[in-house]
Every structure is written in C-alpha cells, then in structure tokens.
C-alpha cells in the first residue's frame, strides 16, 4: 500500500488545517490508518488512530477535543481535521496503514506495516 499525505501548511496558532492520508489500493478499507507526528530531534508521536470501518477512533491526549480523525473508503483517504491549532503542533505529520483491525495497540508505530511520507504543519505564535 503506497499512502500519500497532504493538506500540511503553515497557519497561526488558533487556525485550522485539514490533513489528507490518500492510498494506492483499493484494499484500504481493510486496513486502519494512523497519524503520528515528529519534531526534528525528538521521538516520534501518536496522534490519532482508526481502525476500518471507522467505528473506532483514538486520540493522543494532546490533541483530544481539538483534532477529529474520519475516513472515506470510497475514496480511499482518511482525514485528520486539526482545530485550535498551537505552537507545539508544529511537526511533520505521517500517516501510516496497519493490518489490525483492533483499536488497541495501535498507539505504537510498530503496529503499522505501510508508512506515507509526512507533511510539514507549522504552527505560528
């Protein structure tokens, strides 16, 4: 599975950005889809996860009540729609594809197989 994400820019702290994570097969409904994001120097971090049908979504802390993950399985894309948006947003944002169909586990890199390249956001004071 090859995934495309877009959608990164450069906005001032309180704005919007809406992430895209697009992917090459069709068989993507078969597959949950993660955001992870990572600042030049430091660990990489889960943002949000959702497993296939969408019935199950997960949030990092950080972004909970301000970031909404949705997907289109008839378009073959997943969407990570970032409100509020602050400074220490600021970080390129992967998507990533994984084979589990649980959500739990899934706030671990290791548990994707297919990985996109990122997007950078960058997040203004």
């Known amino acids: 599975v090859q995934l495309q994400a877009s959608g990164g820019g450069l906005v001032q702290a309180g704005g919007s950005l809406r992430l895209s994570c697009a992917a090459s097969?069709?068989?993507?409904?078969?597959?949950?889809v993660g955001w992870f994001r990572q600042v030049p120097g430091e660990a990489r971090e889960f943002v949000s996860t959702i497993t296939r049908s969408g019935g199950s979504t997960d949030y990092a802390n950080s972004v909970k009540g301000r970031f909404t993950i949705s997907r289109d399985n008839t378009k073959n894309t997943v969407y990570l729609q970032m409100n509020s948006l602050k400074p220490n947003d600021t970080a390129v944002y992967y998507c990533?594809?994984?084979?589990?169909?649980?959500?739990?586990?899934?706030?671990?890199?290791?548990?994707?197989?297919?990985w996109g390249q990122g997007t950078q956001v960058t997040v203004s004071s």
């Open positions: 990533a594809a994984s084979r589990r169909f649980s959500v739990a586990g899934l706030k671990s890199g290791g548990a994707y197989d297919y």
């Open positions: 097969e069709r068989t993507f409904s078969g597959y949950s």
